[in-house]
């Protein structure tokens, strides 16, 4: 395996993230059609320490939330022909409300912000998501939310001499 340049991530990946994945591949499979869950997860702004989780531009798994953020380390990397396009789709979180909170306080960042709150916190925030997420129940009590992403595309030369 290529050194790891972000170990962090790469501990994530092997450690609980990964885990919680592995134990969770369907669900996550469901999940990803509508790509993340920031917006369930600002609600609980009230009760956990979120501080700038969700905010375009700072390292982590929002860094490239920009359209102009992509775009610059693209160009600096060498890609032409950058285009960057909005994607929306729904995910399935889960089946009723209760049960999609427990997965995503049960994801990294959820484990994360309800690890750093007090024992009242914890259970505010997970009723305060559980009633966000009964919003976004479908009669069969499937809770399915609408994401965004970006839809991103770019040429690289063939060669350094080939780069503006």
């Not at 009964?134 to 001499?161: C, F, K, Q």
């Amino acid at each position: 395996m290529p050194d790891i340049v972000n170990t962090e991530q790469g501990q994530a990946w092997n450690g609980p993230e990964g885990a919680h994945w592995a134990r969770n591949q369907d669900r996550w499979n469901a999940v990803n059609e509508g790509f993340n869950w920031v917006m369930a997860m600002a609600a609980l702004r009230d009760f956990l320490p979120v501080g700038d989780f969700g905010r375009p531009g700072l390292p982590g798994m929002f860094s490239l939330a920009a359209p102009d953020r992509i775009r610059d380390v693209l160009t600096a990397a060498g890609f032409t022909g950058i285009t960057v396009n909005q994607a929306q789709a729904y995910g399935t979180w889960g089946h009723g409300a209760e049960d999609g909170a427990e997965f995503l306080l049960g994801t990294g960042p959820g484990r994360h912000l309800m690890e750093q709150a007090d024992p009242t916190a914890r259970a505010l925030a997970r009723r305060t998501l559980t009633v966000h997420l009964r919003d976004h129940e479908a009669t069969d009590g499937t809770v399915r939310l609408r994401s965004t992403s970006w839809l991103v595309t770019a040429d690289r030369p063939a060669n350094a001499s080939d780069r503006p």
